[in-house]
């Protein structure tokens, strides 16, 4: 149970402050890693061949793990390799499928969830090549690993921060070790520095107290933050939340939504699909202002011009771009400091401590247990 505080700062609090610091540690720990370096060697060889990579994880940690698919797709294609078998998959459900050629990539901070583990057990018996990205080597997960990339530090709360960008961190190592390179440990920095920004989360937080629910959309690597964001929402500040695909909000989703819903829109990164993914975004915040949704964002700089400031009444957070980084590093790294800073505000706007996961209710704890 993490130590109890009657208030700010939390321990998510601290984590958070943490972050910027802790990235540039662990891609300083990581570069030149021979775990990072055999396992890139084993990503190339399997899209040669046409064998799959698959990312799984559970909770904050599968999150990070769509991230991480994200990342190393993009990195496989940059050197012209193929990068369509490259996929997260929730750990349960890949537990069921055996996969029996290629590399599972699991994300574990601590290495000891039940289904992650039954994933990497089964993978490496049916004679797929295994890896684990989690805290250190002394997990039952690490046993279950050939490849283990080790982050080093561990969260202090149970709403995990550095839980999700720990892996992100480790994934861009391993994606730019793909193309035979190095990420730079202080750009990393730089790029989290510049995301701290808590006065925009305290607005959005203000405007989003009150709601009955909020809805949460992206597309692409957004779409894992968008999950990672409507997790933290409901473990972290105590208010339903759920997460939706950008297109697939405007298919139904709306007919239950009304003043008292919240929207967040997330769109860090059009790259691949410019004023197309601008266009459908743009269409849901009309049809959230037609509602009455109070809608935030979290944008990156350089497409907040595309969002008038009146489609977005509750807020928006900048998503900083930093030069040396692949855009989708940037997208997946860059929004993890604005969604937490976001969750642990409406944590203090709602009166709620984020750290416990509101186990100090015993109903919550014997759920937890069950």
Not at 95 to 117: D, F, I
Not at 296 to 322: F, H, K, N, Q, S
Request: contains cysteine; proline residues 6%; hydrophobic residues 50%.
């Amino acid at each position: 149970m993490p130590e109890w505080r009657d208030g700010p700062p939390y321990a998510m609090t601290e984590m958070i402050a943490a972050e910027p610091a802790l990235a540039e540690r662990i891609a300083r720990r990581l570069a030149g890693a021979s775990a990072v370096s055999a396992l890139a060697a084993a990503m190339r060889k399997a899209a040669a061949v046409g064998e799959p990579t698959l990312f799984t994880g559970c909770g904050t940690s599968e999150h990070a793990a769509m991230a991480a698919a994200a990342v190393l797709a993009d990195a496989l294609r940059g050197v012209g390799l193929p990068a369509d078998r490259v996929a997260s998959i929730q750990a349960f459900e890949l537990a069921g499928m055996l996969p029996a050629q290629g590399v599972v990539v699991a994300v574990s901070h601590e290495g000891g969830t039940w289904a992650t583990n039954l994933a990497l057990e089964r993978a490496r018996d049916a004679g797929a090549a295994t890896a684990l990205i989690t805290v250190g080597a002394g997990s039952p997960g690490a046993a279950l690993a050939e490849y283990l990339l080790l982050t080093g530090e561990q969260d202090r709360s149970w709403c995990h921060t550095v839980g999700y960008l720990s892996p992100m961190v480790a994934a861009a190592v391993l994606g730019a070790a793909i193309g035979g390179a190095e990420v730079s440990p202080v750009t990393l920095r730089g790029l989290l520095d510049a995301a701290d920004h808590p006065p925009a989360a305290e607005e959005a937080a203000a405007a989003l107290a009150g709601c009955r629910r909020v809805v949460v959309v992206g597309s692409g690597v957004d779409y894992a933050t968008a999950r990672e964001l409507a997790l933290k929402v409901e473990e972290g500040a105590h208010l339903p939340a759920t997460a939706h695909r950008l297109e697939t909000i405007r298919h139904g989703h709306l007919a239950a939504a009304d003043a008292s819903t919240g929207l967040v829109l997330v769109l860090t990164d059009a790259h691949a699909r410019d004023a197309e993914l601008v266009e459908r975004a743009l269409s849901v915040l009309h049809a959230a202002a037609a509602i009455g949704m109070p809608a935030a964002a979290l944008v990156a700089a350089d497409l907040g011009d595309y969002l008038p400031l009146e489609l977005t009444p509750a807020g928006r957070a900048a998503v900083p771009i930093v030069g040396g980084l692949p855009r989708v590093v940037n997208a997946a790294l860059g929004s993890a400091i604005p969604l937490q800073l976001l969750t642990e505000r409406l944590a203090r706007a709602r009166g709620v401590n984020p750290d416990t996961l509101g186990r100090e209710d015993p109903r919550q704890a014997a759920a937890a247990d069950a």
